[in-house]
């Protein structure tokens, strides 16, 4: 069976995945003070980063409309399955908006097969999710066998933050200045993951960048013991160097059976700043 796969902009792709799997991407859109930018094809990751820079202002992100999900699935051969992985439900409409375009098209044409899901998670979390979801359709899972299995697999995985500066938050009105300058003067990191629902929550506050990333990399170890068969996804927010250095640290204390890596698009790049970090994996059963 030819079982389509689809996500939205808040998945950030390596090129080795994506040219290995069937995959459509709804983009979402970004409003900057000039106009309209939808992810990935108005505007790419180094574009974004120079117009911040030259606006001095970040945009703000807007889920892909039903219509817009509705014309995707519209574009899919009718016979041919669709499972659509969404951008968790706790950070955006994307995931609503994903199953309202469903119903749309289902009112015209009553035999698709489209499922959506919540992947409670986002960028890399959902390239993970994209790499299993394409292990198990090569393993020749039915679609009904998928959907239970990629279901379960999100609520099994693990997304973990490290924000490098606090500039973003500071400029997107999700942190004070005040609280903003003291965390810099006193050279605050902040480790976050994503709650059970599917939100960003702070799980620490860490003085210093070493001290920080050490952290980071310690709490794989609270989340999974048995690595050796589990892929590990990261994205960095124009920080590659960086985000290697980390990732090889990672593979020498969990030695995982491969790793993703790279760059975040510009939903998460506007929340996490530049030199933030997520990864994702998947949490002992």
């Not at 939808?38 to 030259?54: M, P, S």
């Not at 009718?78 to 499972?83: G, Y």
């Amino acid at each position: 069976m030819n079982i389509q796969l689809m996500t939205d902009g808040g998945a950030d792709i390596p090129k080795r995945l994506r040219d290995n799997i069937n995959l459509s991407i709804v983009p979402l859109y970004l409003h900057f003070s000039d106009g309209q930018y939808k992810t990935g094809t108005d505007l790419d990751t180094a574009a974004f980063y120079a117009k911040i820079k030259e606006s001095g202002e970040l945009p703000r992100s807007a889920a892909p409309s039903p219509h817009d999900f509705y014309e995707a699935y519209k574009k899919i051969v009718p016979d041919q399955p669709i499972l659509m992985l969404s951008l968790s439900k706790g950070l955006s409409s994307t995931y609503d908006n994903a199953v309202a375009g469903k119903e749309l098209l289902l009112e015209e044409e009553p035999n698709r097969i489209i499922e959506v899901i919540n992947t409670k998670t986002a960028s890399c979390g959902i390239a993970l999710l994209l790499h299993e979801a394409n292990v198990k359709i090569q393993e020749g899972y039915t679609f009904s066998k998928l959907v239970d299995h990629m279901q379960e697999r999100a609520e099994q995985t693990a997304t973990l933050f490290i924000l490098k500066t606090l500039e973003n938050l500071v400029l997107g009105g999700r942190l004070d200045k005040v609280k903003g300058t003291i965390a810099k003067t006193l050279n605050i990191k902040l480790l976050m993951k994503a709650s059970e629902e599917g939100s960003i929550e702070v799980s620490e506050k860490v003085r210093g960048d070493k001290k920080s990333i050490r952290r980071f990399i310690e709490q794989i170890g609270e989340y999974t013991k048995n690595v050796e068969n589990k892929v590990i996804s990261m994205t960095h927010c124009n920080a590659e160097n960086r985000a290697k250095s980390v990732l090889d640290d990672i593979q020498k204390n969990y030695p995982f059976q491969d790793a993703y890596l790279t760059d975040a698009g510009p939903l998460i790049s506007t929340y996490g700043g530049e030199g933030a970090l997520v990864i994702s994996f998947f949490k002992d059963e």
